[in-house]
C-alpha cells in the first residue's frame, strides 16, 4: 500500500501552537499583499476612475476566464526598499480563452507605472518564466517608462526585456499588446515589438518623444493625438492592428485574438481522472513548528498535496532524513524529495542522486520540499567522504533535464539549498511558505561561528582574551545574528526576488497544479549525460 497514513493529531498542543504560529506569519504576510494590491492608494485610484479608465487589477480580472485562478507571481518584489511593494508591475499566470497565458500590467496608481530597479528584476525574471515555459503573453500597457530617478539601475539592463520581446515572437511565442494609456520613449517598443497591438482610442499615447521633447528637438509643434494616438497610429503608421473604442473593447478584442492563436501544448496530457488527497489542507497550517529547529514529518504535507494521498517511497529504510518517491499532482506525475529531518548525510546524498537519475530516465519532473539546515558536518562524516556524496547530489541537481518546482517549507540552509535545487540551480519555479528561512545557516551559528573566529584572530595577535574583548565579540555577533535572523526571513528573501512568491501553505496543492501545467507546455525529457561522480 502507498496510500500515505497521517499521524497528525490536531488537539495536540503541538498542533494548535503550530497554527497559530503559521496564522500569525500570513496575518503579517497579508498585511504586505493588501499593501501591492492597493497600488498607490485610494487617491491615484480614485483618479484613474475619474479619467474613465480601469486600475491594472481590474483590467486582469475582466481578461481573464471568468471564476479561474490567477497566479500571482513575485508580489513582493522590491520589499523593504524605497520603492513600493510589488515593483509597480503586476505578473502571473491566467486563463484566457481556455489558454495559460502570462499576463503583465505595470500598476499605473503607482508613479504612473514608472519601472525601478525592481520592476526591471521583476520582468526579467517574468521573461525567464516564459522562455522556459512557452505560453502566450499579454501586457496591459500603461506605464510612465523609467523611474528617471533611478534610471542608472534600468537603462543599461533594461534592454534586456526587448530582447526578450523579439525573442519570444522568435520562436512561436505569440506576444499581444492592449495599449490603454502611456507608451512613450522605450515603452513604445512594447508596442511596436509587439505581434498583435491593440490601441484604445482616444487613451492610448504611444510615441518615443512626447510633444515638449519633440518642441525641444525640432522646434515641431504637435500634440499627443497627432503625434501617437491610437487613430493615428490606426490609420496612418499602421502601428495599431486593432482599433478598441473603449478599454472593455480592447479586452474583448485581446480575448478574440488568444481564442484565435491556435495554440496547443505539446507535453504529456495530466491523467483525466483527478482524485483528491484524503486529508484536509486546512491541517497544512498546524505541521510546521513555530521554531525550525524542532523536525517535522514532510509526509504529513504530501498527504496533503498529492492525488489520493498516494506516495509511493523509493528507499524508505536508507537515508531516512530524506523522502524521496512518486506521486501524481492534479494528474501530473511528479518525483518529490522532502527532508524528513534537516541535515544531509551521505546516505541521503547518494539517495538523492540516485533517485533524480531515474526520474530522469522516466522524464519525470521534480519537486523539492525543503528543510535542510545543510550537510552534515563533523571528523566522522568528513572522513566518510560527505564532500564527495553531497557534490555528487548537487552534480545531479545541476544537471538534471527534466523541470523541477521547489517550495521552501521550513529552513534551507547552507549546501543543503543548492543540492535541494535553489533558485541558483534554476527550477521552473520557487515558492515559499510564510514559515521558511533562507541563508547560508542559521542566524544563532553563524554569530557563534563569528564569536569563534573573532576569539582566535584576537590570540593570534598574541592579545589576552579577557571580558572587555568578550563583551565586544558577543556585542558583534549579537548584532550579526540580528542582521541575519532578518535576512532569511521570508519577506526579506521574496522582496529580493530569491522565490516567486510565499503562498499559503493550504494553497500548495493548486500553486503546483498551476505551475505543472504551465510545464507541461512542452515535453518533458530527461538527460542521461551527468558529470564526474567522485567514488
Not at 521573461?127 to 510612465?144: C, K, W
Not at 478599454?247 to 478574440?256: L, S
Request: aromatic fraction near 6%; include cysteine.
Amino acid at each position: 500500500m502507498t496510500t500515505l497514513k497521517t499521524a497528525l493529531d490536531k488537539n495536540s498542543a503541538d498542533y494548535i501552537a503550530n497554527t497559530e504560529s503559521m496564522n500569525e506569519k500570513l496575518a503579517a504576510l497579508d498585511v504586505e499583499y493588501q499593501k501591492n494590491i492597493a497600488g498607490g492608494g485610494p487617491k491615484y485610484v480614485e483618479r484613474q476612475h475619474k479619467r474613465g479608465k480601469m486600475t491594472a487589477r481590474e483590467r486582469i480580472e475582466l481578461l481573464i476566464d471568468e471564476d479561474t485562478p490567477f497566479l500571482e507571481l513575485l508580489p513582493l518584489a522590491g520589499w523593504g526598499s524605497e520603492y513600493h511593494v510589488g515593483g509597480s508591475i503586476i505578473a502571473g499566470i491566467g486563463i484566457v480563452e481556455g489558454v495559460e497565458c502570462m499576463v503583465i500590467a505595470p500598476d499605473s496608481t503607482v508613479k504612473g507605472g514608472a519601472m525601478n530597479g525592481f520592476s526591471l528584476k521583476k520582468s526579467l525574471r517574468i521573461n525567464d518564466i516564459i522562455r522556459e515555459n512557452p505560453m502566450p503573453v499579454i501586457s496591459l500597457t500603461e506605464s510612465g517608462g523609467a523611474d528617471l530617478p533611478s534610471q542608472k539601475d534600468v537603462f543599461v539592463p533594461g534592454g534586456a526585456m526587448f530582447r526578450d520581446i523579439t525573442q519570444a515572437s522568435a520562436n512561436k511565442i505569440p506576444t499581444i499588446s492592449l495599449v490603454f494609456g502611456n507608451s512613450t520613449a522605450g515603452g513604445a517598443y512594447i508596442p511596436g515589438m509587439s505581434d498583435y497591438v491593440v490601441m484604445v482610442k482616444g487613451g492610448a499615447k504611444v510615441f518615443l518623444a512626447g510633444p515638449p521633447l519633440v518642441k525641444m528637438a525640432t522646434g515641431e509643434e504637435t500634440d499627443d493625438e497627432t503625434l501617437g494616438g491610437a487613430e493615428m497610429h490606426a490609420k496612418i503608421s499602421g502601428l495599431a492592428d486593432y482599433l478598441a473604442q473603449d478599454e472593455q473593447d480592447a479586452i474583448r478584442i485581446g480575448r478574440n485574438i488568444v481564442k484565435r492563436l491556435n495554440w496547443r501544448k505539446k507535453g504529456p496530457e495530466p491523467r483525466a481522472e483527478v482524485i483528491e488527497p484524503l486529508y484536509d489542507q486546512e491541517e497544512l497550517l498546524g505541521i510546521v513548528p513555530g521554531d525550525l529547529k524542532i523536525p517535522f514529518d514532510p509526509r504529513e504535507v504530501i498527504a496533503r498535496v498529492v492525488d489520493g494521498s498516494d506516495f509511493d517511497e523509493f528507499k524508505p529504510l536508507y537515508g531516512s532524513a530524506l523522502a524521496t518517491g512518486w506521486a501524481e499532482i492534479h494528474g501530473y506525475k511528479v518525483g518529490i524529495l522532502a527532508n524528513t529531518r534537516g541535515v544531509l548525510m551521505s546516505e541521503e546524498s547518494q539517495k538523492a542522486t540516485q533517485f533524480i537519475q531515474l526520474c530522469n530516465q522516466i522524464d519525470t519532473p521534480l519537486i523539492f520540499l525543503h528543510n535542510t539546515t545543510g550537510y552534515m558536518v563533523g571528523k566522522e562524516y568528513e572522513q566518510k567522504g560527505i564532500i564527495k556524496h553531497g557534490a555528487q547530489m548537487i552534480n545531479a541537481v545541476a544537471n538534471s533535464k527534466v523541470p523541477a518546482i521547489s517550495v521552501l517549507m521550513g529552513a534551507s540552509y547552507g549546501a543543503g539549498h543548492y543540492g535541494m535545487c535553489g533558485r541558483a540551480f534554476n527550477p521552473r519555479f520557487v515558492f515559499a511558505w510564510p514559515s521558511s528561512k533562507c541563508a547560508v545557516m542559521g542566524a544563532a551559528q553563524l554569530a557563534g561561528v563569528v564569536k569563534i573566529v573573532a576569539r582566535q584572530a584576537h590570540e593570534g595577535r598574541g592579545n589576552v582574551w579577557d571580558d572587555q574583548a568578550e563583551a565586544f565579540a558577543s556585542m558583534i555577533a549579537k548584532q550579526t545574528e540580528d542582521t541575519i535572523e532578518k535576512e532569511s526571513t521570508p519577506m526579506f528573501m521574496s522582496g529580493r526576488l530569491m522565490d516567486d512568491g510565499i503562498i499559503d501553505p493550504r494553497d500548495t496543492r493548486t500553486v503546483l497544479g498551476m505551475a505543472l501545467s504551465a510545464i507541461h507546455v512542452n515535453p518533458i525529457e530527461g538527460t542521461d549525460r551527468f558529470g564526474v561522480f567522485r567514488m
